[in-house]
């Protein structure tokens, strides 16, 4: 199963993707981008969001 993950070390904190797929992304907390933790993901959606993030800080990993 693929899951996306966030460079916090990239990210600029636009909170863009939460925009795009707030079912995905949430801001934790901390003050940083948070990945719902889902069985499924809406690939449209996070592909949207991995897109349009400004620094390329959204991808796809194999777990």
Do not use: H, Q
């Not at 990210?11 to 889902?38: H, Q, R």
């Amino acid at each position: 199963m693929r899951r996306p993950v966030v460079d916090m070390a990239v990210c600029t904190l636009c909170m863009g993707c939460i925009e795009l797929c707030p079912e995905v992304f949430s801001e934790n907390d901390a003050g940083y981008i948070a990945v719902a933790d889902l069985k499924v993901y809406p690939e449209k959606l996070v592909e949207e969001a991995i897109k349009y993030c400004p620094v390329d800080a959204i991808s796809w990993e194999e777990e």
